[in-house]
């Protein structure tokens, strides 16, 4: 199945984005993208297909409201500004999507959360009961509680739980790369994107794993990771550029490229 058959024919789909996407080239918020996908989103709804996403930018959100901060590194503060900006995140992402008549619903989350069978069913149901009402879902981890001991620790893997407690049909992880290269397309001018990949143990072993990005948690292997753990439960990733020019409907329509992994 193509891209495009992969999104045609998925009810439920999980759709990720990393800071790196949600960013402008200043670091703050790009919120023409977020009406931008906002819109194209709204019409993949209106056909049937039901979506929950999994949304970071919470410390972007955070210093585009307290620039102040931005150098200060302690813990306590990158906490504090996540506070600050899961606010304006949510409000960014509420704005975005008021246009359109939707409502969207804040859900944050940590690997405890995961781990408890009691939480887990209480997460699935409510991500039930919001779609069944038409709102859509934005699940972030709990960066202002979180530490090592309860930390997922990056949205790639958050993305994959969340499809995995969902019965997702779909998951589409946006970043900043086209897909899954041979090697690091950002170095190496002649990397190849791989379209396909069906063993995800022996990709690792024939690829170039780049280093992590300017602002996001983790590089390809998060990606890889989060599309090993889906694709266990039957569940197809999509990895893809969130930068691209209405990035979901060109992959909808078969024009935007991308690397489709499957069980």
Known sequence: MTIQEHIATARKIVLKFGSNTL?????????????????????????????????????????????????????????????????????????????????????????DDFNDPIRTLNMRNTLFTLIDEGIIPIINENDTVSVEEIKIGDNDTLAAQSAILWSADLLVLFSDIDGLYNKNPKEFPDAELVAEVRNIDSIRKNISIGATNSFGTGGIETKLSAAQRASSYGIPTILAHGGKPRCLEALAEGRQKGTVFLA
């Open 23 to 111: 960013a402008g080239n200043e670091g703050k918020m790009n919120i023409a993208f977020l009406e931008e996908f906002a819109e194209q989103a709204s019409a993949l709804i209106a056909k049937g297909t039901h979506i929950v996403i999994v949304s970071s930018g919470a410390q972007v959100a955070g210093l585009s409201t307290m620039d102040k901060w931005a150098r200060k590194k302690d813990i306590h503060y990158r906490q504090a500004l996540c506070a600050v900006g899961q606010v304006q995140l949510m409000q960014a992402w509420q704005n975005a999507f008021k246009p359109h008549g939707r409502h969207i619903a804040q859900i944050l989350l940590t690997q």
